[in-house]
């Protein structure tokens, strides 16, 4: 086999190589909308209710009044703490929901085109003042995936809850959060997050097309430029 012959290969092997990358190549992409609940917008320091349109309608309450969101550190009235300013990760919360003693829930779709069955979920809580709360995750092929769970014992502090889940393409996720006790004595919960890998888009032809063959060409005429001045 002759140099030209080898260079070519090496060539279409580099190419083939990174059109493999490419397909593998994957990015996390978070299927929770509006988890951090910063729209709309509370009063400064003061909370609110809203309905399903302006939060949005992936999300459900069964409190009569609507979506109760509140400011970054409001304060219902003192013995009571404000909310705690600073989340789990570190920075400053924003605006966060009050579940309530009532059931609030998110639902969304996994992609059809994921590949990776890997997902994690997490959330913070904050116990406002006394009472309890549970949360679940249910896929509608994978069955339960997140048994029922303590939401949180801290009135001081957000506490963080994170899962690694494994679930299927295609699938319908349910997210349930379940509030214990009286009015005004329920979690809060903030930056709710579900997030997969998925695959990123294959390159389209025309951009081999308008790229790279272009540019094996030119690689293809130097090489046998080459050789034939060592010809000469
Ligand atoms: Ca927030
Ligand atoms: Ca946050």
């Not at 304060?75 to 990760?89: Q, R």
């Not at 979690?187 to 063959?213: G, K, N, Y």
């Not at 094996?216 to 001045?229: F, K, Q, T, Y």
């Amino acid at each position: 086999m002759d140099q030209i012959r080898l260079t070519w290969l090496a060539v279409v092997g580099v190419v083939l190589t990174t059109a493999a990358g490419g397909a593998a190549a994957a990015g996390k992409t978070e299927l929770v909308a509006n988890g951090e609940f910063e729209s709309p917008a509370c009063p400064p320091g003061g909370f609110g209710f809203c309905g399903t349109e302006s939060i949005g309608s992936s999300w459900t309450t069964t409190t009569p009044a609507g979506f109760e969101l509140w400011a970054e550190g409001a304060l219902f009235g003192l013995p009571e703490p404000p909310s705690p300013t600073i989340g789990a990760d570190g920075h400053p919360t924003g605006q966060h929901l009050e579940v309530n003693p009532d059931t609030v829930t998110h639902t969304f779709a996994v992609p059809s085109s994921l590949v990776d069955p890997s997902a994690t979920f997490s959330f913070d809580a904050w116990l406002r003042i006394a009472g309890s709360g549970t949360y679940e995750v249910t896929g509608s092929s994978s069955g339960t995936l997140v048994e029922t769970t303590v939401m949180s014992l801290s009135t001081t502090a957000w506490t963080a809850h994170v899962h690694s889940l494994s679930v299927l393409p295609g699938e319908t996720i349910l997210i349930t959060f379940i509030g214990i006790g009286t009015a005004g004595e329920n979690p809060h919960i903030d930056q709710v997050s579900f997030t997969v890998d998925v695959p990123e888009p294959m390159p389209t032809l025309s951009f081999w097309s308008a790229t790279l063959l272009p540019l094996l060409l030119v690689l293809g005429g130097l090489r046998l430029a080459a050789s034939g001045r060592r010809l000469a």
